[in-house]
């Protein structure tokens, strides 16, 4: 019961984590949840006590095997030796020169510790920084660079740090021992990771070649994997994690040419991989957050403020051998190359996307809390407290230097396209290409209406214009989107009066009884009252609004099956005012903007129509409700494809125009694919 709360409870903290990031934008979401895990630890003194025996098998193993399988193996390619460089011959000069750096600045700490913390803050995360650098001008070289490197130093850095935590474990430490075992553990892992990689290469060949091709069970496999390897290069004592990372590569070298592999097992894989990661690094950062306080009870051997000055230099030292390595290795490439020189401002840009985090926090928490020989693990308080603040430090330092030397944004002009093509690439914006997207869909659509659709067409289309609306109001500026508002909330003004016109000459007519008139009086009255929401689209308040509208039908409900009257007579009653006020606001809409001061106003026309869509899909709800709609489903189907089709040809003119840029392309397909591919398996089920 204790570990399932625990999990409730970190799964909460992460998705709180990632609600504020979408509203802290400048702060990376592992900071936040950080946070959030000091805060119920200090304020609700909680504890987690880690079995640090399975921490690398939890997090780390399917961490890697996710990034190994999901690389695009060009990128690896084409940048092999500086990833290479980076990954191994970086993390043994980071690990030795800063190891033997930090165990002379801090005397308390033996040296196998002292190489341990330089080993395990080695790996780099490639997620943090991309998180980070969506507001700087970083050239894609750096960043595959910094996606290739940590696939590699993951494994290279936590072998080394492996070692060293088990020479403190032990007590012992020989140069030539640690040598012979690291190739056996290096060769032997790799070893397992082939084997491993063909042999469930060859269950999924199996598979197929019987038919079994539930997309479940190859994600179920797929889940599965990086455990298992793990679990058996542990066991015969090499390493676990190069063996998930070169089973990883070699699977996914055979997907990709595996003609059994299809486009759906291939998303939801990915999705699948998106949300377990989504979940194992915010539980490891929140559990960062919540040790973070035992971190800092160091003892008498050390002060907090002394270790804080440690835990800065230590980044420093870091920071500087990465700055350092960039800057040799940029010169021994370029030193023939005439009109080329190795770059400072490269070499501090590589420096600061060396941002530490998850694996490096993970690594730390693996620690034992004892020895071989029953004593408490030397300084691990303070490993933790250095790893902590280096993470911490490596994220601050990369948020606020890495827009000043990489630059903000530009927009490059593409080969072959002019400058003022470039330009208008530049002003058009995602929300603003999804509009037009969007609107040529309801174009299509409208041309499509037919008396026999009108029901469905006017629903599918009042769908549209909400989230052309909710775009908008994303990238139109409030100097011109609020005179479009105001004269769009005095149009459905006019339109409400007309309904309450209606009813009340409805009722006159004695065509409907007082309790149908106070019902849809109250009803308009409502609308009149949220009339600011409506146009605004507060999503808050929206809530509340639905929350007040079922509850309000469902009185409805109670008072017509109390009512003396019968209810089929009652039904029929609100069918009539529902009907003739929807006409007279489409009369009354209609009137007013063909009028000299509709004209003199800010109205758009796009509003007008929408109001007047919403009242015809009502009056076709109101005719079909009562005489039936033969196949809805296959006309809502015909035209949602119809609509998902003129979104695609949208996408390829602005593509083609140069109006938008690939990336953007690639975004706005994506969405239209996915919209598909949950209608359809909607239909499916």
Do not use: C
Request: glycine residues 6%; neutral net charge.
């Amino acid at each position: 019961m204790v570990l399932l709360q625990t999990v409730v409870g970190l799964t909460f903290l992460v998705v709180l984590g990632n609600v504020l990031g979408n509203f802290l934008k400048k702060i990376p979401v592992s900071l936040i949840q950080i946070g959030l895990g000091l805060l119920v630890a200090v304020f609700f003194n909680v504890e987690i006590e880690l079995d640090t025996e399975w921490f690398l098998l939890l997090f780390i193993a399917p961490l890697l095997y996710s990034d190994a399988w999901r690389f695009p193996k060009k990128e690896l390619w084409e940048l092999r030796g500086p990833i290479f460089g980076n990954a191994i011959l970086l993390v043994f000069i980071t690990t030795i020169v800063g190891g033997f750096l930090i165990y002379w600045m801090i005397p308390q700490l033996p040296l196998p510790v002292a190489l341990a913390i330089a080993a395990i803050l080695s790996p780099t995360d490639p997620v943090a920084v991309s998180a980070i650098a969506s507001e700087a001008k970083l050239p894609p070289s750096i960043m595959h660079l910094v996606a290739g490197e940590s696939l590699i130093n993951d494994a290279s850095g936590l072998v080394g740090f492996k070692f060293a935590v088990a020479a403190a474990t032990a007590g012992t430490f020989s140069l030539w021992d640690a040598t012979g075992e690291f190739l056996y553990v290096s060769i032997v892992g790799t070893l397992v990771g082939v084997l491993m990689g063909f042999l469930i290469n060859a269950v999924g060949d199996w598979l197929s070649a019987h038919a079994i091709n539930d997309v479940s069970l190859r994600v179920v496999i797929q889940l599965f994997t990086p455990f298992l390897v793990y679990i058996i290069a542990e066991e015969i004592h090499s390493s676990g994690v190069i063996a998930v990372v070169v089973a990883a590569i070699i699977l996914n070298i055979h997907t990709k040419h595996d003609v059994d592999y299809t486009g759906e097992l291939h998303v939801i894989g990915i999705n699948t991989w998106n949300v377990f990661g989504y979940l194992l690094n915010g539980y490891i950062f929140v559990i960062l957050g919540i040790e973070f306080p035992l971190a800092t009870h160091l003892g008498k051997v050390i002060s907090l403020p002394m270790a804080i000055l440690y835990s800065v230099i230590t980044w420093f030292i870091i920071f500087g051998i990465r700055v350092i390595w960039t800057y040799v290795t940029q010169w021994v490439r370029l030193k023939n190359h005439k009109n080329e020189t190795a770059s400072w401002q490269v070499a501090i840009t590589s420096g600061l996307t060396g941002v530490r985090g998850a694996v490096t926090m993970a690594g730390v928490l693996s620690v034992p809390l004892v020895t071989d020989s029953g004593q408490p693990f030397p300084q691990r308080a303070l490993m933790l407290f250095i790893a902590a603040i280096t993470i911490i430090l490596s994220l601050v330092v990369a948020i606020v230097f890495l827009p000043i030397v990489g630059g903000t944004k530009k927009t490059q002009v593409p080969p072959g396209k002019n400058k003022a093509q470039a330009k208008v690439a530049q002003h058009m914006s995602e929300p603003r290409a999804r509009v037009y997207v969007l609107q040529s869909a309801v174009r299509e659509i409208e041309a499509r209406r037919r008396e026999s659709n009108q029901a469905v067409v006017y629903e599918i289309i009042r769908r549209y214009q909400i989230q052309i609306r909710q775009l908008q109001l994303q990238f139109m500026k409030t100097d011109k989107l609020s005179p479009i508002l105001n004269a769009e909330m005095s149009l459905r003004q006019i339109a409400l009066e007309a309904e309450r016109s209606a009813i009340q000459r409805l009722l006159v007519d004695e065509r409907i009884t007082p309790l149908v008139f106070a019902s849809e009086g109250r009803r308009i009255d409502r609308a009149e009252s949220e009339l600011d929401d409506l146009v605004t689209h507060d999503r808050g308040k929206r809530t509340w609004r639905q929350i007040r509208r079922f509850l309000m039908s469902f009185g409805r409900m109670v008072r017509v099956w109390l009512s003396d009257d019968s209810s089929d007579t009652l039904m029929s009653e609100y069918e009539l005012a529902h009907h003739e006020s929807a006409k007279e606001a489409i009369a009354a809409i209609s009137k007013y903007i063909s009028t000299e001061e509709a004209q003199n106003s800010h109205l758009d026309q796009t509003a007008a129509y929408n109001l007047i869509i919403m009242y015809r899909s009502r009056l076709e709800r109101e005719r079909h409700g009562r005489n039936g709609v033969q196949n809805v489903e296959d006309l809502k189907i015909e035209l949602e494809l119809v609509g998902l089709n003129a979104q695609r040809e949208a996408v390829q003119h602005l593509t083609e125009a140069h109006f938008i840029s690939n990336a953007t392309s690639m975004n706005i397909r994506q969405n239209i694919n996915f919209t598909e591919a949950g209608m359809l398996t909607n239909l499916e089920e």
